[in-house]
């Protein structure tokens, strides 16, 4: 399959879970970074605010933000910024695509960043990743070298997913059980 098969493959499996089964499903894979080596050593998590198709990241993140540095992405035209997360009331509509991102202090020093905590359309059991096709994640994890874990459900884990030279590849992949 091609890129935008494998998307369409994943959406319609998608479709076959509600948001509260998503949910639940969701909480086996933070329990697994919870208990791995790179997020108990990690200082600084760069994570993402889940979107309601992706792994539910905000009761993880909102517990986190208390003991580590929380970072957030933000669309900001073709690119992603970095900002810190400061709470659930410090979220704000992005313009670009209407998901909630934080408004708190830009961070310049991806080299600060431990670990990345990484969303995807679909995974591949060599750690490669299909995104949504903006490219937006491998311009980021191209610029830093924290170690990067993919986080999705066991659906959403192929043996085999199209890459292009520019895809840059997780360290490991955490999915749902």
């Keep these: 399959m091609d890129k935008q098969e494998v998307r369409r493959y994943i959406r319609a499996l998608k479709s076959d879970y509600s948001l509260a089964e998503k949910r639940g499903r969701s909480k086996s894979v933070w329990e697994n970074v919870e208990q791995s080596e790179p997020f108990k050593n990690a200082k600084v998590v760069l994570a993402y605010w889940s979107m309601d198709d992706e792994v539910f990241s905000h009761d993880f ?8 540095v929380v970072l957030l992405p933000c669309v900001c035209d073709e690119n992603l910024e970095v900002r810190r997360f400061e709470g659930k009331d410090r979220l704000s509509l992005g313009v670009r695509y209407s998901i909630l991102e934080p408004t708190g202090d830009l961070v310049q020093d991806l080299d600060s960043i431990d670990l990345i905590l990484v969303p995807g359309i679909a ?3 060599a750690g490669n990743r299909l995104g949504r096709g903006k490219g937006y994640y491998d311009k980021i994890l191209n610029q830093t070298r924290a170690y990067k874990i993919g986080v999705c459900f066991d659906f959403q884990l192929l043996d085999k997913v199209p890459i ?13 059980i």
């Design 164 to 176: 292009e030279s520019h895809d840059v590849k997780m360290d490991q992949v955490i999915y749902s």
């Design 123 to 125: 995974f591949d059991t």
């Design 61 to 68: 993140v909102s517990k986190w933000a208390e003991q580590k």
